[in-house]
């Protein structure tokens, strides 16, 4: 030990230390199985070896502060051109469920909504077919009077949709099963639409 | 050229044996860092193994200027490192009487397993970046200077490491005294 004003103790411990270690020859020949099993390690050509030599670099105060704008520039600008194409939607104002794309609809799927509200001026229906808009899909009130029904062509598949009483209310139907929590606190139902589905 | 750089050589050039006596230049002196290091052989000769092979996938990258040995040291440092952070969460090392030592007339020149056992048990309670740096110093031997370039630690950082691993066994002697 080299610091003179060591604790015997801790002395005692570094010297003990200092031991070797028994070792054990199988462990070795255990070590030379594995190399033999690698591939050969080559020497690198003087070029390879420039390209992957590390290396440092001078620049200059300047040099430096326009890397650096340059960089986050295009940071900027490939946050933004991500966001415009969906992968990473931007946190804050909560959004409608985006329209996804759909193949082109068979004539064959047609589906019929019916809603009953009897005490409503007007009603909606509104989903990820039209945009979630309120005012793209208005229901009829039937000779009933007290039920509204609309009947959408709408693709195969999984969809989500609402029922809006009075431009405001929303509400489930309550013939279909609950769609889990969209995160904007209100009710949807979903409708599994397969080839061919009647009204 | 030294012996490792003219070994080094002979394995690139084809000669896989020439390997084998870097292992035998270094086998034991790894060994024992790796068993004081992760307090049992099973462990250490896992690190071991795995230094030895990657070290050897690796001789390509291996610059003449700089040493074999600190070389090799960096790759079996990490290596430990990353074993006994697997092992960290599954394993506790429990403590022994403290009564082999206190009992001990003179040890200074006698040598038996369950002094070593003991001394490995002492080196177990040290945290494990204590433990590293107090290793590097007094049993392998290194400047300061030497240990920054094998952990990437700053100098002082390791002297502070080293200083309360010290510290840490004289509280532990304290302790061992007053009870």
């Known amino acids: 030990m080299t610091d003179s004003d060591q604790h015997p103790y801790v002395e005692w411990i570094a010297r003990e230390a200092q031991r070797p270690v028994v070792t054990d020859q199988a462990a070795r020949e255990r070590i030379m199985m594995a190399v033999r099993a690698e591939p050969m390690p080559r020497r690198r050509t003087r070029v390879w070896r420039r390209v992957f030599e590390p290396r440092a670099f001078r620049l200059s105060p300047i040099a430096t502060t326009l890397l650096a704008a340059g960089l986050v520039g295009i940071g900027v600008i490939t946050g933004k051109v991500v966001n415009n194409r969906g992968v990473y939607p931007s946190v804050g104002e909560p959004k409608a469920p985006a329209v996804v794309q759909q193949p082109p609809v068979s004539p064959d799927t047609v589906v019929k909504f019916v809603f009953v509200a009897p005490q409503a001026s007007k009603v909606s229906v509104v989903g990820d077919f039209n945009g979630w808009n309120a005012t793209t899909t208005p229901m009829v009130r039937t000779a009933n009077d007290s039920v509204w029904t609309v009947t959408l062509p709408l693709t195969t598949g999984r969809h989500v949709y609402s029922f809006v009483v009075d431009g405001s209310s929303w509400n489930a139907d309550p013939h279909a099963p609950l769609a889990p929590d969209d995160g904007f606190g209100r009710p949807n139902s979903v409708r599994i639409v397969g080839r061919g589905s009647a009204l | ?179």
Request: glycine fraction near 2%.
């Open chain 2, 1 to 179: 050229m030294n012996d490792d750089a003219a070994d080094v050589q002979r394995v690139l050039a084809g000669d896989v044996d020439a390997y084998a006596a870097l292992v035998d230049r270094y086998y034991d002196r790894c060994a024992r860092f790796a068993v004081r290091m992760l307090g049992n052989r099973d462990d250490a000769e896992d690190a071991l193994q795995v230094t030895f092979v990657r070290a050897y996938r690796a001789l390509d990258r291996y610059q003449e200027r700089d040493r074999f040995s600190a070389w090799l040291y960096r790759i079996l440092v990490n290596q430990c490192r990353s074993i006994a952070a697997r092992r960290a969460h599954r394993e506790k090392v429990f403590v022994r009487e403290e009564a082999v030592l206190l009992n001990a007339p003179d040890r200074s020149t006698s040598w038996t397993g369950e002094d070593e056992e003991f001394v490995q048990r002492v080196l177990n309670e040290l945290d494990p970046l204590l433990r590293e740096a107090f290793l590097l110093k007094y049993i392998e031997e290194m400047s300061y200077e030497e240990m920054s370039t094998l952990t990437g630690v700053g100098v002082s950082a390791l002297k502070m490491r080293v200083k309360r691993a010290c510290d840490r066994l004289r509280e532990r002697w304290e302790r061992i005294k007053h009870d």
